[in-house]
């Protein structure tokens, strides 16, 4: 299983498109409350847009999208 840790938006960014185009399809983005409430914290901001600008929709509910998921 894959992994990263970053502190840092474009780290974020950068690490979601590498998985993206290495072809995985089940990417899960764990973060604390502090990161996802009230809004989304920078970091998760900068998964979540990666996501969506390759097309894929994402969640926060749990439940299964088509491609990846984003349990923010």
Request: hydrophobic content about 40%; aromatic content about 4%.
């Given at each position: 299983m894959a992994a990263t840790?970053?502190?840092s938006q474009p780290s974020m960014r950068s690490a979601t498109r590498?998985?993206?185009?290495e072809g995985h399809q089940r990417i899960v983005f764990i973060c604390p409350a502090?990161?996802?409430?009230p809004v989304?914290?920078?970091?998760?901001r900068a998964f979540t847009t990666e996501l969506?600008?390759?097309?894929?929709?994402?969640t926060?509910?749990?439940r299964k999208p088509r491609?990846?998921?984003a349990n923010c």
């Open positions: 840790s970053a502190n590498t998985l993206m185009a502090a990161q996802r409430r989304l914290g920078p970091e998760a969506e600008a390759k097309g894929v929709r994402w926060r509910t749990g491609r990846a998921s």
